[in-house]
């Protein structure tokens, strides 16, 4: 059963004064949620502490991929979220005369999901908040983490009712702690982790969200882009949500930008060359935001570990802060659950940082060069390339993301790996028994080896079959032949995978990105050798019954 602790009113405490658990997360924004609601479903107890007394109430982020997307498919919750968000179809860059300089069509991400979807953060937290209760999340709200200190066995994090109100402080004794505290973490901070600028200027971002009277009233707002004026870019979206949108106004820092967008009038302003006026609903959200291009200069200490921003910062052209995020809970929650269950040792946390770091650093330099075709200012401020905005110099935010790093990959540090292998997983649609859905749906989370064709067990030997039962790793045959002791693919999207890749198996981890890939079915065992070189090297305890060497 769930619980929340708040304070009631002056005096009345419900503040716990000791609490022990597995995992203690400080933060409880989207990444830090989900990050609880992933290690509640392993079936771990976590405890979360947030400094304020209720969750923020307005949107910071309006856009997550279809990678995303796949996390909440794995805790249950994705046909909920996909009711509440609206795909974003296309893409437009426009000039201040409404010339379209570049336009992207989206589409399918390969994860099952459409590759971009523009939501209303509230609406969506509701929904991973109340899945991680169900789960079993302990929320503790109106707390403030004042220390942390480790020993060999565990953390001890100290935390304080925010108002200051008498009383002892709680102590949370866990076996980690997470910081998804945000960009100021305490968490950082107190590990005495310093951030690395990335070199980016500081941007000031507007965030405008409109209410409709009526949402399904039609406006001179384009889906999704940027419009472009000088040194100021405008973002927009059509559909935050089934009643919003969003109008963002960056621009970069001097002495007068605060007072220019704290002013209402200039809201309104932006809004008006969308069709937006006041007789037609509300300005529900009016704030200004400041953003960086930083990467914390370790992500782990120890038991304390940084996700999200209080890892990694982003300017917001290419809306991947949020995703980045909550890749980062993907990738650490398999790679916790596994230390704590004593299948791997610490060591194993190690390539959290090596894999994701590399990664999140890739996008956001991706980003950073987005930003200096659009503000050629901010790349003059920052001594970066930048040419002119014309059709198809314009990045695909979706396009060519960059491998996870070194770590329990094949290859890892590669540069000639297929590109399949340290990438998101295809996903897509199968039968089986009169059923279709997404492939994942009729798994279990976890290890799974996807093949074009039947892997008999007298291809494996003792270690192998050893190997498959230590990890729980499902083996899934999929064919576009008809017949009952496999899935059918549906669209043809593995058989199109397989063909293109030359590959006939793939080894899936439990965050849904490729291990590795087999050329053919008989290679299917060094692959399995392979997983199991790689997962031992990184702290992975296999049991007695697995030979050292082969």
């Known amino acids: 059963m769930s619980h929340q602790h708040t304070l009631a009113g002056a005096g009345a405490r419900v503040l716990p004064e000791n609490v022990q658990c597995d995992v203690a997360i400080v933060g409880y924004g989207p990444v830090g949620m989900t990050a609880a609601a992933l290690l509640a479903a392993a079936g771990h107890r976590v405890v979360v502490v947030e400094r304020f007394p209720q969750r923020y109430d307005k949107p910071r982020a309006g856009h997550f991929d279809g990678e995303t997307m796949r996390t909440f498919q794995q805790l249950g919750i994705a046909r909920e979220v996909e009711l509440l968000v609206r795909r974003m ?35 969506v937290e509701d929904v991973i908040d109340a899945r991680g209760r169900d789960l079993g999340v302990e929320v503790i709200m109106n707390a403030t983490a004042v220390d942390i200190a480790q020993s060999g066995d565990g953390v001890r994090l100290v935390v304080r009712d925010s108002d200051g109100l008498d009383g002892a402080d709680c102590t ?21 982790i310093a951030k690395q600028d990335l070199g980016f200027p500081a941007l000031a971002d507007l965030a405008i969200d409109f209410e409709y009277d009526d ?22 979206g059509r559909w935050t949500g089934g009643r919003i949108s969003r109008v963002e106004v960056c621009k970069l820092g001097d002495e007068g930008t605060r007072a220019y967008l704290e002013d209402e009038g200039t809201a309104w302003t932006f809004l008006a060359k969308f069709g937006l006026k006041p007789v ?24 304390v570990l ?29 790679k916790l659950d596994a230390v704590l269950r004593g299948q791997a040792d610490q060591t194993l946390l190690d390539t959290y940082e090596s894999e994701r770091s590399s990664h999140a650093v890739g996008i956001i330099r991706m980003a950073m060069a987005m930003g200096s075709m659009v503000i050629p200012a901010a ?23 960059p491998r996870i790093g070194a770590g329990v990959v094949r290859n890892g540090d590669d540069p000639a790996a297929i590109p399949a292998e340290g990438r998101p997983a295809l996903q897509a649609r199968v039968g089986r028994e009169g059923r279709v859905d997404l492939l994942e749906e009729f798994l279990q989370p976890g290890w799974k080896l996807i093949t ?23 083996r899934v045959h999929v064919s576009r032949a008809a017949g ?49 070189d790689a997962l031992t090297s990184h702290g992975w305890v296999l049991g007695d019954r697995l030979a050292t060497q082969h």
């Open 89 to 123: 179809n296309s893409y437009e860059a426009v000039s201040s005369t409404n010339e379209v300089l570049a336009a992207l069509k989206d589409g399918d991400a390969g994860s099952g999901w459409h590759k971009s979807y523009l939501f209303h953060q509230p609406e």
């Open 172 to 192: 949370i004794e866990a076996q980690f702690v997470l910081g998804a505290d945000g960009s100021n973490s305490f968490v950082r901070q107190n590990a005495g």
């Open 215 to 236: 949402p399904d009233v039609e406006v001179p707002l384009g889906e999704s882009g940027h419009l472009i004026e000088d040194d100021v870019i405008v973002t927009f």
């Open 280 to 303: 037609m609903g509300r300005i529900v959200r009016n704030s200004i935001y400041t953003f960086e291009c930083t990467v914390a200069e370790r992500w782990r200490d120890g038991r």
């Open 306 to 334: 940084l996700i999200g921003d209080a890892a990694h910062t982003t300017v917001p052209f290419m809306g991947q802060g949020v995703c980045a995020g909550i890749r980062d809970a993907a990738n650490l929650s398999w």
């Open 379 to 401: 790349a003059a401020a920052a001594d970066l390339q930048h040419g002119q905005l014309q059709g198809s110099d314009m990045p695909d935010p979706g396009a060519a993301f």
């Open 452 to 474: 074009r064709h039947p892997v008999p067990d007298s291809m494996l030997d003792q270690d192998q079959r050893f190997l498959i039962e230590e990890l729980g790793l499902q």
């Open 484 to 532: 009952p002791n496999h899935y059918v693919d549906i669209d043809g999207d593995y058989d199109t995978w397989f063909q293109a890749t030359g590959r006939r198996a793939f080894l899936v981890r439990p965050d849904h990105y490729v291990f590795g890939a087999a050329a053919t079915i008989e290679d299917v065992p060094d692959l399995l050798d392979t997983l199991k």
